[in-house]
């Protein structure tokens, strides 16, 4: 299973350390972090990044991420639809295979079939855009009572229902425990509709009083990983782990560190390197 460094994790490091502190680490890939690419992309060339990405030994995975795709008003949809032709550029420049997409609000009264055919719809003319530059997307539901898809569950019924192969999931350890996704939904996955795993663990909290902010390192909390990880071995998936932490103690620490504490964290809790060592 190749490792990736999101750049939530690193959040105060610009696009350029986040890729030397994964290289440092010797990480697989990145996920690049879409506001940290543009400033990069503002005083550096394509050429630029992908010298760095190659220097530093590690691909591009996906860009994170266009934000609240679904339930928005015309004006705000044109937005969503150009940053999606501008980031679709950008990752078939580079070779980057996807790039991460996110529901949006829950409308007060939305029915399921209604959010099954707003998702649906927005995935599909998002997916003309994207396709011709060869890039997926990832929809990430999120565990938040406030989104429209907060489980899995449901991710899985609209991702079948797009029945496109430019179309998948992202499942993030967080997120699926907060919104209380199944076991089961994992089970009925084909697992190259995965396109995207999410690691972190959590404080010791009430389900309700979780956010981001209470991220932890892998293996360090309560969120059922190995659980997790042992139905992904059921379905066969073994493609890839990425590390994304909003934890703002952890912005404030050498991102060198933090990438490499997060590694280390990672290949313990996975059992992905036996020789693994997290220093806490």
């Not at 750049?7 to 610009?14: K, L, S, Y």
């Not at 609209?158 to 994992?186: P, W």
């Not at 050498?254 to 290949?267: I, L, Q, S, Y």
Request: net charge negative; hydrophobic share 40%; glycine share 4%.
């Amino acid at each position: 299973m190749k490792i990736a460094l999101n750049g939530a994790t690193t959040m105060h490091a610009d696009l350029e350390t986040d890729i030397r502190a994964a290289g440092a680490a010797k990480f697989d890939l990145v996920e690049l972090w879409a506001s940290k690419l543009r400033t990069y992309l503002a005083s550096h060339t394509i050429a630029d990044l992908r010298a760095l990405l190659s220097e530093n030994n590690v691909e591009p995975w996906s860009i994170n991420s266009i934000e609240h795709i679904t339930f928005r008003t015309p004006e705000d949809y044109e937005s969503i639809k150009a940053q999606c032709g501008e980031l679709s550029a950008i990752a078939g420049e580079i070779d980057c295979p996807y790039i991460v997409v996110v529901p949006g609000k829950l409308p007060d009264g939305a029915t399921k079939e209604q959010i099954i055919d707003e998702s649906v719809r927005v995935l599909n003319e998002l997916a003309d855009i994207s396709e011709p530059y060869g890039v997926a997307l990832a929809f990430e539901f999120l565990g938040q009572t406030d989104c429209s898809v907060q489980t899995l569950d449901l991710c899985n019924e609209i991702v079948e229902k797009v029945d496109r192969q430019s179309i998948g999931n992202v499942i993030d350890t967080f997120h699926f425990y907060a919104g209380n996704s199944t076991f089961e939904a994992i089970d009925s996955m084909k697992p190259e509709k995965l396109f995207i795993f999410h690691i972190n663990d959590a404080e010791d909290l009430p389900k309700e009083q979780l956010t981001d902010a209470q991220r932890l390192y892998p293996g360090t909390g309560i969120l059922p990983i190995a659980e997790i990880k042992a139905h992904f071995d059921k379905i066969g998936y073994d493609r890839m782990v990425s590390i994304e932490i909003f934890r703002p103690e952890y912005w404030d620490q050498d991102p060198f560190e933090v990438a490499r504490k997060a590694k280390a964290a990672t290949e313990k809790v996975l059992g992905l390197a036996q020789s693994a060592r997290f220093i806490a």
